[in-house]
């Protein structure tokens, strides 16, 4: 695999690599209570070991992509009830943000990507997409590592509701890490009541709602890692990898106005 990170340059290599059409992604992790059978570092393994696989594919697709080091502390007060998260606050998530994309705006660089493991940091990052656009302007955008949730066939049925320790992301962890995965801790852990609502949900829903994960009773995991496997995790990265490399060739021509 073809090393992208900026960090591995010296500065005036850095100045004398990065062009304006550079792409660089900036992974964004969290470290949070993820059941018994997966790690606190879930998210930032999936940010990071997906964003350097992308930005690999995405140079061999003909792309000019480099890669940030990760921020592994982020927006999880959904989590802080449970020991092992280590969390900072949106107002200081969003500073971090904006303090990174002053920084780049000091390079040849134009473009910013937001490479996303933690669904909590979401708001931030739209809030900071903006921020970078006006203060700095860069072209600024985010993707996410987009974990699907169990539909019964590809997967336990987890009801839509596959977002937090289910099996899309015990998949991915079982491939990325195994021997970091407990498959004898596998629990199902849909909450009924909330899978029958209509409208009410979590993000996309039509009517979201405040939650904190031990709201549900399941020891703060949503969906059912039973069933999850190496080879599911596999293709769910094959799929993260195609999808983000057509994204980011769609970015590196991107223009709002044409």
Do not use: C
Request: glycine letters at 12%.
């Amino acid at each position: 695999m073809t090393t992208r990170d900026l960090a591995d340059l010296s500065g005036p290599a850095l100045a004398a690599t990065l062009t304006p059409d550079s792409i660089v992604l900036l992974p964004v992790g969290s470290i949070e209570h993820h059941g018994p059978h997966l790690p606190l570092a879930t998210d930032l393994i999936a940010a990071d070991q997906m964003s350097a696989r992308l930005a690999s594919a995405a140079v061999d697709a003909g792309l000019d992509v480099w890669r940030l080091p990760p921020i592994a502390y982020a927006k999880s007060d959904e989590h802080a009830w449970a020991p092992g998260t280590f969390w900072i606050g949106a107002d200081e998530l969003l500073a971090t943000l904006r303090s990174i994309g002053r920084s780049l705006a000091s390079t040849p660089a134009r473009t910013l990507v937001f490479y996303n493991g933690h669904g909590g940091n979401t708001p931030v990052l739209a809030t900071a997409l903006r921020e970078l656009r006006r203060l700095y302007g860069l072209r600024t955008f985010a993707m996410s590592v987009a974990i699907p949730s169990g539909d019964g066939v590809d997967g336990p049925d987890e009801r839509g509701l596959g977002i937090h320790g289910g099996w899309g992301e015990a998949s991915l962890l079982m491939h990325l890490r195994p021997e970091l995965v407990d498959a004898a801790q596998f629990a199902r852990a849909i909450p009924p009541t909330l899978a029958d609502h209509r409208h009410l949900g979590f993000a996309g829903a039509s009517v979201e709602f405040g939650w904190l994960s031990d709201d549900f009773g399941f020891d703060g995991v949503l969906g059912d890692p039973t069933g999850a496997s190496a080879g599911a995790g596999e293709r769910i990265a094959s799929g993260l990898i195609a999808d983000g490399v057509e994204a980011l060739q769609e970015i590196a021509t991107f223009d709002p106005a044409a």
